[in-house]
């Protein structure tokens, strides 16, 4: 308040009479006047305001230099927050009132007013005036604080129904120019919240006018823009209650949240797909903390494999549950992690189900950051099966090679006898005939040259039988394409032997391609089978193929022989020889045959020892 401030009064009158009156006025009137500054003229008391403080101007607007509203005009320019009283004579009854709409803070009519109404239009315009600087300071902060904010700040006054919203933080917040008429109002704002929502915002609101301890409120909706589309916005405010507790006003600032909303949406459907994988994956997965080894986690499928419900394991250390029959690895394990952020490992590990079975799974473990704890998300698969099975074809494959060994060795055994059979009971008598003929051409002298010619032919069988064997033992020379020569040789020589036909087809092989070990393996299953048709088979018609087919290099040889029961007659040391020679360089060896109708060996090498093999 202002009652004990000394004043600076400028008095703007021309009449003498009326500046004795009004000075006389002022004295008795108890105001407290520092300094009165009397002027006659309008550029007289612009002198004034430019040159000093004036607390209130008493305009008269019939002057020497200036008449009626213009006079107020001419002052205000430069009066700044000055408050002006006109002093009026009832025939300017109307040009004063024009001053009070323009701006003047009261009027007096001459001769009309005493001391005491003097001295409260003064001091109630200097009050007002305050009131009114302070509020135009206000509003030009409010305006400041709107163009640095994205928020819309709004006015709801409850008894009228009416809303003030800044013009400049709507147009931020939806891109178009403010509508006073369309948005104006409480109801036609609620009229644009959608419709799903609208019941809730309402009784929300209405909630928290009747709540006389409710000073704050927030609501948050979406509301129908002028393009179509629906905005989330959220209002946050102040509620101004009377002295009742009844509120009158809603005061508050509007954002538009629809980007926030939108990432939570997309967070939120994260959440769900990531909630759907971890519990619908066919993996184990559990989660464990790095520090003090709690279980933070597990879904469904770790239940299945372990056995363990989420109660068991949940909130429990990893090393002391059945999960960890070793807890020395998982401390292993969470050091490693604890020093590398990027961590990851693979391994397999031996835990122990809920029924004491003992079941190898496979660990695939990341270092993750799990609520905001390092931890370890394990994914495991049951892997038991597989080692069993890997376990179980390691011993066929040791069988197998055993086999194998076995069946060298005996080939080698046979191939012993064969010779020593050869040496004794062929080419061993031979010589000893040969001998016994050249004791008997030593004795007489008449046969002499019979017995020594008879000699000669022996010893020359004898040669070409060590000849023929030598063959058969000594590997043929099948570099630079010598295979199909050698195989050409053996069909001639099994021909003339037994007297058969062979057809053979090997214009669809090319063997420049292929090793020599590869070749000797086919020479020598060739050689085997051949030598057994010629044993047992009997056959008149023999019918070779070798070539590329399906990406697969086969070998046929089949003859119309008298076949055998594949059930019945043993395998035997030839025919184990022809599958370990097939199996060395991954080839399947099979025989179809019936007594009767023959006998086919099928061999097919798969790659990628064929990966270089052309078909011409």
Known sequence: MIHNNELNILMVEDNPGDQFLLEELLLSS?????????????????????????????????????????????????????PVVILSGVSDMNTALDAITLGAQDYLIKGDFDEKLLSKTILYSIERMNNLQALQESNERYDLVSKATNDMVWDLN?????????????????????????????????????PNEREEVVQKINSYKENPALQQFELEYRFLKDDGNYAYIQDRGYIIRNELGKAIRFIGATQDISQRKEAERILKESE????????????????????????????????????????????????????????ETIEELAAKARADKQFRETHITR???????????????????????????????????????ENQLEEERVKAQKEMTNAVISAQESERQEIGRELHDNINQILASARLYLGLS?????????????????????????R???????????????????????????????????Y??????????????????????????????????????????????????????????????????????????????????????????EPGKGCELIVKFKPPVLEQIPVK
């Open 30 to 82: 108890g105001i407290k006047i520092r300094e009165l500054f009397t002027t006659e003229s309008i550029r007289q008391a612009q002198e004034v305001l430019k040159e000093h403080a004036v607390d209130i101007v008493l305009l008269d607007l019939s002057l020497p230099d200036s008449f009626g509203i213009k006079s107020f005009t001419s002052i205000r320019e430069n009066a700044g927050y000055t």
């Open 158 to 194: 409850l008894i009228t129904g009416e809303v003030y919203r800044n013009a400049e933080g709507w147009k931020k917040l939806f891109k178009t120019d403010y509508d006073h008429e369309r948005y104006g109002t409480e109801l036609k704002w609620v009229e644009q919240i959608h």
């Open 272 to 327: 769900e797909e990531y909630r759907y994988l971890f519990e619908n994956n066919p993996a184990a997965i559990i989660i464990w903390n790095l520090h003090d080894y709690t279980i933070m986690e597990i879904n469904e499928s770790t239940e299945k494999h372990s056995g363990y419900k989420r109660e068991d394991l949940e909130g429990k250390s990893i090393l002391k549950g059945g999960l960890a029959e070793r807890s």
């Open 351 to 389: 835990i122990i189900s809920k029924t004491g079975e003992k079941i190898y799974i496979e660990f695939v473990s990341h270092r993750i950051d799990y609520k905001g704890i390092p931890c370890i998300m394990a994914l495991g698969n049951n892997v038991t099966e597989r080692l069993k099975l």
């Open 442 to 466: 030593k004795t007489t002298s008449d046969d002499q040259q019979v017995f020594m010619e008879k000699s000669d032919e022996l010893i020359q069988n004898a040669i070409d039988e060590i």
């Open 468 to 502: 023929t064997l030598s063959h058969s033992l000594i590997p043929p020379t099948l570099n630079d394409g010598h295979l199909k020569d050698n195989l050409l040789q053996l069909f001639e020589n099994v021909a003339s032997g037994i007297g058969t036909t062979i």
């Open 504 to 593: 053979h087809s090997l214009t669809e092989f090319d063997e420049h391609s292929i090793e020599e070990p590869f070749k000797l393996s086919i020479y020598r299953i060739c050689q085997e089978q051949f030598n057994n048709i010629t044993k047992y088979a009997k056959a008149s018609q023999i019918h070779f193929y070798l070539g590329k087919k399906d990406n697969n290099l086969e070998l046929r040889i089949k003859d119309d022989g008298v076949g055998f029961d594949l059930t019945k007659k043993s395998s035997g040391v030839g025919l184990m020889n022809m599958k370990t020679r097939a199996t060395l360089f991954n080839g399947v060896l099979s025989i179809e045959t």
